[in-house]
């Protein structure tokens, strides 16, 4: 009787050891998975890349971090951190470039290997449009010595706009070869910050001077041109005297157009348009055009990719960035969209509305060098016939200079919610049996050996 009890013992025991060791074991293989959250914090420079790993066992030897660069080769990686368990994980990177699209994915190493999350992407560009909702992004435009920088409605500076080069100057905001004589001022923000509060002399000439008593730009510069005056400023008000017994010097010609010398003189008012020969455009490097897509209108997220069903909204966008030092002109942009996207709409072009038919193509003027267009849009899936993948392509065409980038877009055609909760309830079942399963078999074997004890201690009563 006593060696039955032990022997019961003993199995039981057993059958417990089995079954934790099989647990483990089975979690490690394809148990786990890592996920690539969106970046958050983003300003011009820096970002946190978001992760999160999802192990179904606890293991001190899992290590996560990121891959991160301009293209999906990456190029980077941050350090790598320890995670024994399940939960998120995040890394801050710096030293990014303004106005530029950044690619990442979170990658975990373990005893499972090696395994990747998605590639997502982010923008250097809009930490003031998503982090600063009281004032407005992109507001007006200020000199900064002979640089142009944007400026929000709170007066703070944001990135850079153009730099003036060619002989050119800055003044009010812009890049100019002539002093403005009646500037476009910016809006002035009551009890907040004005960037043209009052004008007073400095320098020999008037300048404007802001709220916060700083000088913001030249109001008007009391140089006459005039080699035979004394040029000064006083009490507001520029005063050109006389030089006794001075010859005036003959006027200087105004300098001529040199098209055709192999130097683009944008001074000179030379472009790809007004002068091709010494503008020239490479279709390669000039203009950057790349495409991207989401279907939830909330995200900041844009994707290479985008899964959608009928009766569902897509949104795209169009990210032009003229890389060369030139202004290019006359550039036109169209979409090949998919036939089971239909009503297109709510076109833009920098968050602004504009008339035109994306398909056929619009013409949306010129960029300056080293700055971004964008052209945003969206659409309403139809019925679809079956599920497939297909290709979207944007275009760019500039004097016949062709670029074009593609996103990929799966339609699916849905199912029905009973089919669904059928197959969530089908798989819950047999995840639940694949990892019980132990434990069901040592209670059964339990319950056998009760009852043969059970029945031998009555017997021998």
Same mark, same amino acid.
């Given at each position: 009787?006593?060696?039955?009890?032990?022997?019961?013992?003993?199995?039981?025991?057993?059958?417990?050891? #089995?079954?934790?060791?099989?647990?483990?074991?089975?979690?490690?293989?394809? %148990?786990?998975?890592?996920?690539?959250?969106?970046?958050?914090?983003?300003?011009?420079?820096?970002?946190?890349?978001?992760?999160?790993?999802?192990?179904?066992?606890?293991?001190?030897?899992?290590?996560?971090?990121?891959?991160? %660069?301009?293209?999906?080769?990456?190029?980077?990686?941050?350090?790598?951190?320890?995670?024994?368990?399940?939960?998120?994980?995040?890394?801050?990177?710096? %030293?990014?470039?303004?106005?530029?699209?950044?690619?990442?994915?979170?990658?975990?190493?373990?005893?499972?290997?090696?395994?990747?999350?998605?590639?997502?992407?982010?923008?250097?560009?809009?930490?003031? !449009?998503?982090?600063? !909702?009281?004032?407005?992004?992109?507001?007006?435009?200020?000199?900064?010595?002979?640089?142009?920088?944007?400026?929000?409605?709170?007066?703070?500076?944001?990135?850079?706009?153009?730099? #003036?080069?060619?002989?050119?100057?800055?003044?009010?905001?812009?890049?100019?070869?002539?002093?403005?004589?009646?500037?476009?001022?910016?809006?002035?923000?009551?009890?907040? !910050?004005?960037?043209?509060?009052?004008?007073?002399?400095?320098?020999?000439?008037?300048?404007?001077?802001?709220?916060?008593?700083?000088?913001?730009?030249?109001?008007?510069?009391?140089?006459?041109?005039?080699?035979?005056?004394?040029?000064?400023?006083?009490?507001?008000?520029?005063?050109?005297?006389?030089?006794?017994?001075?010859?005036?010097?003959?006027?200087?010609?105004?300098?001529?157009?040199?098209?055709?010398?192999?130097?683009?003189?944008?001074?000179?008012?030379?472009?790809?348009?007004?002068?091709?020969?010494?503008?020239?455009?490479?279709?390669?490097?000039?203009?950057?055009?790349?495409?991207?897509?989401? $279907?939830?209108?909330?995200?900041?997220?844009?994707?290479?990719?985008?899964?959608?069903?009928?009766?569902?909204?897509?949104?795209?966008?169009?990210?032009?960035?003229?890389?060369?030092?030139?202004?290019?002109?006359?550039?036109?942009?169209?979409?090949?969209?998919?036939?089971?996207?239909?009503?297109?709409?709510?076109?833009?072009?920098?968050?602004?509305?504009?008339?035109?038919?994306?398909?056929?193509?619009?013409?949306?003027?010129?960029?300056?060098?080293?700055? $971004?267009?964008?052209? $945003?849009?969206?659409?309403?899936?139809?019925?679809?016939?079956?599920?497939?993948?297909?290709?979207?392509?944007?275009?760019?065409?500039?004097?016949?200079?062709?670029?074009?980038?593609?996103?990929?877009?799966?339609?699916?055609?849905?199912?029905?919610?009973?089919?669904?909760?059928?197959?969530?309830?089908?798989?819950?079942?047999?995840?639940?049996?694949?990892?019980?399963?132990?434990?069901?078999?040592?209670?059964?074997?339990?319950?056998?050996?009760?009852?043969?004890?059970?029945?031998?201690?009555?017997?021998?009563?």
């Amino acid at each position: 009787m006593k060696n039955i009890y032990k022997l019961s013992f003993l199995l039981f025991f057993a059958l417990i050891l #089995c079954a934790s060791f099989n647990t483990i074991a089975f979690a490690q293989v394809g %148990g786990a998975s890592v996920q690539t959250n969106s970046a958050t914090n983003i300003s011009n420079y820096q970002a946190t890349l978001n992760g999160y790993l999802s192990i179904p066992y606890i293991n001190s030897y899992n290590y996560v971090y990121f891959q991160w %660069g301009t293209t999906t080769s990456y190029g980077y990686q941050t350090q790598q951190l320890s995670l024994n368990n399940t939960g998120s994980f995040g890394h801050v990177i710096s %030293g990014l470039s303004s106005n530029n699209i950044y690619h990442f994915r979170a990658v975990a190493q373990g005893s499972f290997g090696t395994i990747y999350g998605q590639d997502m992407v982010f923008y250097t560009n809009q930490y003031n !449009y998503y982090n600063d !909702y009281n004032c407005t992004y992109h507001a007006y435009k200020l000199c900064q010595g002979n640089n142009v920088y944007w400026y929000n409605s709170c007066g703070t500076q944001q990135e850079l706009f153009n730099s #003036c080069v060619g002989g050119q100057f800055c003044q009010y905001g812009q890049c100019t070869s002539n002093y403005i004589i009646n500037p476009v001022l910016p809006p002035v923000i009551p009890n907040i !910050y004005n960037p043209y509060y009052k004008t007073a002399c400095s320098s020999g000439s008037i300048y404007w001077y802001d709220s916060l008593g700083v000088v913001s730009g030249l109001y008007k510069s009391c140089n006459d041109n005039n080699s035979c005056t004394q040029d000064t400023c006083s009490a507001n008000v520029c005063v050109n005297t006389l030089i006794p017994n001075c010859q005036i010097n003959p006027p200087v010609n105004p300098p001529v157009n040199n098209c055709g010398n192999n130097l683009c003189e944008s001074t000179l008012g030379e472009t790809n348009t007004t002068c091709p020969i010494d503008c020239k455009i490479n279709p390669a490097t000039a203009l950057l055009i790349s495409f991207f897509s989401k $279907t939830d209108s909330s995200s900041s997220q844009w994707q290479k990719t985008a899964q959608t069903m009928p009766n569902s909204n897509v949104y795209f966008m169009i990210s032009l960035v003229n890389n060369s030092t030139t202004q290019i002109d006359n550039v036109t942009v169209s979409a090949n969209i998919p036939n089971e996207i239909a009503s297109l709409g709510n076109l833009k072009l920098n968050e602004t509305a504009i008339s035109g038919d994306i398909v056929s193509g619009i013409n949306i003027g010129s960029i300056a060098p080293s700055t $971004t267009k964008s052209i $945003t849009f969206e659409g309403k899936t139809q019925a679809i016939s079956e599920a497939s993948t297909k290709q979207a392509t944007a275009t760019s065409n500039v004097l016949g200079l062709i670029n074009s980038d593609t996103i990929s877009i799966d339609f699916a055609q849905g199912q029905s919610t009973g089919a669904v909760s059928d197959a969530v309830a089908s798989s819950g079942f047999w995840e639940f049996l694949k990892q019980w399963y132990l434990w069901i078999l040592g209670i059964l074997v339990l319950v056998f050996l009760f009852i043969i004890v059970f029945k031998r201690f009555s017997s021998d009563s």
